[in-house]
């Protein structure tokens, strides 16, 4: 920009008509902004829309998104700005809404169109096209009507638009990219046509900050007013955007700063927090690594889980096949003792046949003592002769006690003695002839041989005596009867019957006279006692007593001559008998020692069978007792039930002491994984480890969730020294940051002092009305200047981090200056606080900060815009830029013309919006008005929209040229007419 319009050597840029196609209210408008103009029209019209629907062609917008941040539309009634959809709305009604901004700069006169985009809400495209707006105008309105005032094209539309631009001119544009607007609108390429085509503002520099200040710019362009903070805010971003180097950028985010500081501080306060659970780590490690080595005792478990299994099955075919044999033993060992019974029955039968036969021995050969002592009492005689004298004995006795007991059977017995006596006389008479034939008998007559059988049978027979000589007859005939006798080793058989050998033996004739006179004695004393007793009564009753013993004695003698025949026979015979029974007994002893020696060894087997049965059971019950223990411990620890072995475990291996030592292991395990749990958890707790899926928390965590938190953690301790040398240089960084932000305060502090000072110089010399001196003050707040010296007392320099105390006083400024919410973000805007000037009027000493008029104010203000301005574009450039000053009724109509002096030589055009109740003087001042509230289409784009102006504006020359302020639609009017 330059204070000289028109000098040579500069580059012109302005903006030349404006129009507005079914929009803001209108049908139709065209205006001219190339010069000083004046809009009249009824209040509510839609003036100043009309006006500041420029932001939409200067700004690089494509949307009516954050409208208010980005074009600022206000609602001056009430005070606030108008939403995203009334904006567009207001601007874009329908889809035959554009807007059309025509423009010159070096390169040419081009315009640029806006219109309604349906590709996005609230977007509207841009299309360029290096023509100017005449060769346009048919395409949005058609002005041969009949009244002159014009009407809709019914074809308008964006499509048949574009194809007839296009068909003007090849270099038409349609760009909706907000880089490439950028690009095209602030190009400062002078020397390339092609690339400043299209500019309407060339900045110095295209970088980001220059844009928004120069937004900040077009913004207070728009809005002219004394007491508004655009003011500050437009001189923030020019300083912001004046700056020389990157790292004097003040676009400083507190909240990041003191975030970073948190999370350092948090970074540290964690480490410090880890390092101190590091002996708790220790612990853990210890206990991880025991249950580790633990761990196998879950598969040792499952093999010995295994084994158990497999051992039952074994031992049950064992126990099968042990109680069959145990059986089987059993029942050999029970036939062994019913055959030892049955011998030692027969062996107790045997035993006492042999018994009974001693004691018939016993008794025999008492019966044979008896008899041989009672035969040898007399002499030769025969049996059968003893009892006979025994018999006669007895019968004498009997006699002899009845005749003791009876008078009368005495006389009988003394009848009877006498008799006897007589028949003995008989016998000893006998004896005698006997004895004297005794060579005669016949045992002297026989041989042996044949005497032997005749003596078996009786010995009388042999000891018999014919008193002669046997004749051969006689003695052949016995000889043939003895022969009939069969001899055996006892004696003879006769027939069927056995008779026993019977010594040879002589008959003892003194021995048998001795006999008789014996019994002879006996009678005769017999006799004396009866003859006695009658005499005698006193001793009848010993006789009796004497007599029955004698009679009892010879009874007994009797027997035993009964019995004494057959001793010999029962001797041999018991004899027989013991020895055959011995022998037998002595068979059985034999089979019942082999039987004996059979039931031990079969006893033998069947106490082993038994103890391996006992010994099968016992193992089993123990297998049993192990496969509950085994599900006891599944039943403790439900996990195990999913360990699966390599192979089990070895049967013989399977045992209480086995399982005891597993349990044991299990126990620790379990015991070791409690230890690790309560320290994962407590790490949990403490916020050294993060459980986001609660694994932890649940009653029996997965092995690969406490392998996983282990390993985080001893990664953890393990990089423990690299985090601490991290978080040293990240703190460092940081503190470096501390320093350049205290730099940054700091240059930024100087750098708007040093702005203010060079402001204050370019205004040396400025005179407005009767001020002949005008400084500028730039305020800042004192928060922040408060901030500038805090910092200036620490030491930024080191590896730790501000003391805490910095940091809260930061924090005491961010909730001073910032409130709640929002952007914490310190930027120039925020530390520029306002704008205020000190004055001098001539005459005066000193400057006066006493504030001036409303119109003073204004043209200060516009001075200070223009100078900003020129910061922002490319040197040398010349503006005709429209700028709107809504407050022209506020302004001193005595400085009016020095304002708009003021205004032309800065490439400023003013235009303002007023109602017909404007001063006369005003309109005269301004030179050009345009009533654009008197006519009204027939037929327009849409009923709500029918106002319609264009054809030029109306006003005084002041003695300049017409083509000085003419429309160019006038031109033609311009020319002499021939008269």
């Not at 606030?80 to 700069?105: D, G, K, R, V, W």
């Not at 059968?384 to 009368?408: F, M, N, T, V």
């Not at 530390?831 to 003073?856: H, M, P």
């Not at 050009?928 to 327009?940: F, I």
Request: charged share 30%; net charge negative.
């Amino acid at each position: 920009m330059s204070d000289s319009q028109g000098s040579p050597g500069n580059f012109n840029f302005g903006i030349r008509r404006l129009v507005l196609v079914d929009s803001a209210g209108f049908c139709y408008v065209e205006i001219p902004v190339d010069n000083h103009g004046l809009i009249l029209g009824p209040g509510n019209l839609g003036k100043s829309s009309l006006l500041n629907s420029l932001r939409l062609f200067l700004l690089p917008e494509n949307n009516f998104k954050n409208s208010r941040k980005k074009f600022a539309f206000r609602n001056a009634s009430a005070g606030s700005f108008y939403t995203n959809e009334e904006s567009y709305q207001h601007y874009f009604p329908s889809q035959f809404s554009f807007l059309i901004m025509e423009a010159e700069n070096p390169a040419g006169v081009h315009c640029q169109i806006l219109y309604r985009d349906s590709a996005s809400q609230l977007s509207y495209g841009r299309a360029f096209v290096p023509v100017g707006y005449d060769q346009l105008r048919p395409l949005f309105w058609d002005g041969n009507d009949e009244d002159g005032i014009g009407q809709a094209v019914p074809e308008l539309s964006f499509s048949r638009l574009s194809e007839a631009l296009k068909k003007r001119s090849k270099e038409t544009r349609l760009v909706n990219d907000p880089a490439k607007l950028k690009q095209m609108l602030y190009s400062s390429e002078l020397m390339n046509a092609d690339a400043v085509r299209y500019s309407v503002l060339p900045l110095g520099e295209s970088d980001e900050r220059r844009v928004q200040s120069l937004r900040t710019l077009i913004l207070l362009l728009f809005e002219m007013k004394a007491d508004d903070q655009a003011m500050s805010n437009a001189v923030a971003s020019i300083i912001e955007a004046d700056k020389k180097f990157a790292d004097d950028a003040f676009d400083f985010n507190i909240d990041d700063f003191l975030n970073r500081h948190d999370q350092l501080k948090q970074q540290q306060t964690q480490l410090t927090r880890i390092e101190k659970e590091r002996s708790r780590f220790e612990k853990l490690q210890k206990d991880y690594q025991a249950y580790q080595t633990l761990l196998r005792s879950q598969h040792d478990f499952a093999a010995f889980r295994d084994g158990v299994i497999h051992a039952l099955q074994d031992i049950g075919a064992r126990r099968k096949t042990a109680v069959e044999a145990f059986n089987e033993q059993n029942e050999t060992l029970r036939h062994v003792l019913q055959a030892l019974k049955k011998l030692e029955q027969d062996a107790s039968g045997l035993k006492g046949e042999i018994r009974s036969a001693d004691r018939r021995i016993k008794q025999a050969e008492q019966n044979q003592k008896d008899g041989n002592l009672l035969v040898s009492q007399y002499g030769e005689m025969t049996l059968q002769e003893i009892e006979e004298i025994q018999k006669e004995e007895l019968d004498s006795k009997k006699g002899h006690l009845a005749a003791l007991k009876s008078a009368a059977q005495a006389e009988i017995r003394l009848e009877q003695i006498q008799k006897k006596k007589q028949e003995l006389e008989r016998k000893l008479e006998s004896l005698k002839e006997r004895e004297s034939k005794q060579h005669w008998q016949l045992q002297n007559q026989l041989d042996e041989a044949t005497a032997a059988p005749l003596r078996a049978v009786d010995p009388r027979l042999v000891m018999a005596s014919p008193g002669q000589d046997l004749d051969a007859d006689s003695k052949a005939a016995i000889e043939a009867f003895a022969r009939l006798f069969v001899p055996t080793d006892k004696g003879f058989d006769w027939f069927d019957a056995e008779y026993q050998a019977q010594p040879a033996r002589q008959t003892d004739f003194a021995e048998q006279r001795r006999h008789i006179e014996g019994e002879l004695h006996g009678l005769e004393k017999e006799r004396a006692e009866l003859a006695d007793t009658a005499n005698q009564e006193n001793d009848r009753p010993r006789l009796i007593e004497r007599t029955e013993k004698e009679i009892r004695a010879i009874e007994k003698d009797l027997e035993t001559l009964q019995r004494y025949p057959a001793t010999a026979t029962t001797l041999r015979d018991a004899a027989e008998e013991k020895q055959a029974a011995e022998e037998q007994l002595a068979k059985l002893e034999e089979q019942a020692r082999f039987e004996q020696e059979k039931q031990d060894a079969v006893q033998q087997k069947a106490a082993k069978a038994r103890a391996e049965k006992e010994r099968i059971e016992e193992r089993e019950r123990e297998l049993a007792g192990l496969s509950r223990s085994v599900g006891t411990v599944e039943h403790r620890f439900p996990h195990l039930k999913a360990v699966e072995a390599e192979q089990p475990l070895n049967i013989e291996q399977v045992s209480v002491a086995a399982f005891d030592d597993l349990q044991t292991q299990l126990d620790d395990l379990e015991e070791r994984r409690r230890s690790i749990l309560d320290h994962l958890r407590q790490f949990v707790y403490l916020g050294i480890h993060e459980d986001t899926e609660g694994e932890l928390q649940k009653d029996s965590p997965a092995s690969s969730a406490i392998r996983e938190t282990f390993k985080g953690l001893s990664d953890l301790f393990a990089g423990m020294a690299e985090r601490w040398n991290v978080l040293e240089q990240q703190v460092g960084i940081h503190n470096e940051t501390v320093a350049s932000y205290r730099q940054a305060l700091k240059s930024n502090h100087e750098h708007i002092a040093r702005f203010e000072a060079q402001l204050n110089r370019e205004l040396e010399g400025v005179r407005i009305n009767d001020l002949v001196e005008i400084r500028v003050d730039i305020h800042t707040d004192p928060k922040f200047r408060n901030l500038v010296e805090e910092a200036n007392n620490i030491d930024p320099y080191g590896n730790q981090l501000q003391s805490d105390a910095f940091y809260d006083r930061l924090r005491v400024f961010v909730a001073d200056f910032f409130g709640e919410g929002g952007s914490k973000r310190l930027t120039m805007d925020k530390v520029i606080t306002g704008i205020s000037y000190r004055t001098r009027k001539e005459n005066a000493t000193s400057l006066d900060k006493k504030g001036q008029s409303t119109s003073t104010t204004a043209l200060i203000n516009l001075e200070l815009v223009y100078r900003l301005l020129k910061r922002v574009l490319y040197p040398g450039v010349q503006l005709s830029f429209p700028m709107v000053l809504d407050e022209l009724a506020s302004v001193d109509i005595s400085q009016m013309p020095s304002l708009l002096e003021r205004l032309r030589n800065q490439g400023f055009n003013l235009f303002s919006a007023a109602t017909h109740s404007a001063s006369a003087e005003v309109i005269y001042l301004i030179g050009r008005h345009l009533e654009v509230g008197q006519m009204r289409t027939a037929k327009p784009y849409s009923p709500q929209r029918t106002l319609v102006f264009w054809g030029g504006a109306e006003g005084f020359t002041n003695g300049e040229a017409m083509s000085h302020w003419a429309d160019q639609t006038q031109a033609s009017l311009m020319e002499p007419v021939d008269e």
